[in-house]
């Protein structure tokens, strides 16, 4: 999967490449360039061109633009529709779910006769679906890293899985990293075989991972690249 922009010689992304460094010291064109990503990854027109094996694919449908890594939502409603799916089926394969089934029966029951002794017009009760009973719980996924790195791993994963991206930009991330925190982050990038551009406007060389490409747009809007 490859990332290019028909305003830059050099691609941003390249085929081979799990993760990237993209840095642009011109903040009028960092901001421009960021404004265009996330209206595309929205669906609107741009000059962005995300393409695997030499055809051009749908940005919205696979790219994930993280403009805020500090408020990362772990929950959202898609991917919670999706996990609650999984869940319904993987009950129905568990051997316990029948004990819990009777216990949601004899609660039902019990619930409906105490509502039929309030003398209220009250319709009967049905019983809940496991739909609802995830929902009364908060089933949810965990958001609770105790490090930003592990945070966004997580989160990236989770995307992929149930969100259905394949590709993901994040923005300003790398200032709130250590050096040794980005290098895990990257290490944990590669096995999860993710596909993961940081988009920053400096980053000094003793953060820069190792052997990880970088595209440099300087002041002066020349491209530089390193390896």
């Not at 009028?28 to 990503?37: A, D, G, M, N, Y």
């Not at 990362?72 to 898609?78: C, F, L, T």
């Not at 923005?171 to 993961?196: N, P, R």
Request: with cysteine.
């Amino acid at each position: 999967m490859k990332l290019v922009h028909t305003q830059l010689e050099n691609e941003i992304m390249q085929d081979q490449q799990s993760i990237g460094f993209l840095i642009v010291e011109k903040p009028v064109f960092l901001l421009e360039l960021c404004r265009e990503l996330l209206a595309q990854a929205e669906g609107e027109d741009g000059r962005f061109v995300l393409s695997e094996n030499y055809k051009p694919i749908s940005i919205p449908r696979n790219l994930h633009f993280i403009d805020s890594p500090l408020r990362i939502e772990h929950n959202p409603r898609k991917a919670i529709t999706a996990l609650y799916k999984e869940l319904e089926i993987f009950l129905a394969e568990n051997p316990a779910s029948g004990e819990l089934q009777s216990l949601l029966d004899r609660m039902t029951d019990l619930l409906n006769q105490i509502l039929l002794e309030s003398r209220l017009e009250l319709a009967g009760l049905e019983q809940p679906s496991w739909n609802s009973i995830f929902k009364f719980f908060s089933v949810s996924f965990r958001s609770d890293f105790s490090g930003m790195e592990e945070d966004i791993s997580n989160y990236l994963n989770l995307a992929k899985s149930y969100l259905g991206f394949s590709f993901f930009a994040i923005f300003g991330v790398c200032q709130f990293l250590t050096a040794e925190s980005l290098g895990l982050l990257c290490k944990q990038i590669a096995y999860d075989d993710l596909k993961v551009l940081f988009i920053e406007s400096c980053l000094p060389d003793e953060k820069r991972p190792p052997d990880i490409r970088t595209l440099t747009i300087d002041s002066d809007l020349c491209e530089i690249v390193m390896v």
